[in-house]
């Protein structure tokens, strides 16, 4: 079965400032879903991240007493994909769509791209790649592109899409 990256997310509830206090599963370990993976700190008081779903854990995106705010990246898990079959789905925009090349490089906002293709080292390279985003998208600090400028851009979308889903609730 195919298998896909899963981020982990802090919880969008979060009122105040969390820190992660304890990692409750190894990255590697196999996971089940709805388990205890990260213990928080917020306002004093603690709180548990459950997994979401079955997977590996690959990685933990934040260390011990690092803080974090609502919707930050904090794990990613290794999921297998159920096989569905193919769904062909019709689209009144198809023929428009059609015409969108299917892999483009620097979709992001164009003050944003860089002239040149930027140098990236292969962990953010391999990151890139588990998330499905473009290295072009992702301005790095350096003259490389490391995992810790993708890591600092995915928490960045993460957060512009809380508020956005804030705004449209009306919160």
């Known amino acids: 079965m195919p298998t896909t990256t899963h981020l982990v ?3 969008d509830d979060l009122l105040a400032p969390a820190v992660v206090t304890e990692w409750l599963v190894s990255a590697g370990s196999e996971v089940q879903a709805d388990v205890p993976l990260v213990r928080l700190a917020v306002a004093g008081e603690a709180q548990l ?3 979401p779903m079955a997977g590996v854990l690959t990685e933990h995106c934040v260390a011990i007493g690092e803080p974090l705010a609502a919707s930050d990246l904090l794990a990613m ?3 297998e994909e159920p096989q569905f079959g193919l769904a062909l789905l019709p689209a009144e925009d198809a023929d428009a769509n059609l015409g969108v090349a299917a892999c483009r490089q620097g979709y992001g906002p164009a003050a944003l791209r860089q002239a040149e293709p930027q140098l990236a080292d292969a962990e953010a390279l391999a990151l890139c790649a588990a998330l499905g985003l473009s ?3 992702v301005v790095g600090t350096g003259a490389v ?3 810790s400028d993708v890591e600092r851009f995915v ?3 993460l957060r512009a899409l809380a508020a956005i889903r804030s705004l449209v609730r009306g919160d």
């Open 9 to 11: 997310c802090a919880p």
């Open 49 to 51: 991240v459950l997994t």
């Open 77 to 79: 898990i290794e999921a």
């Open 135 to 137: 290295p072009d998208e």
């Open 145 to 147: 592109l490391r995992r």
């Open 155 to 157: 928490r960045g979308e």
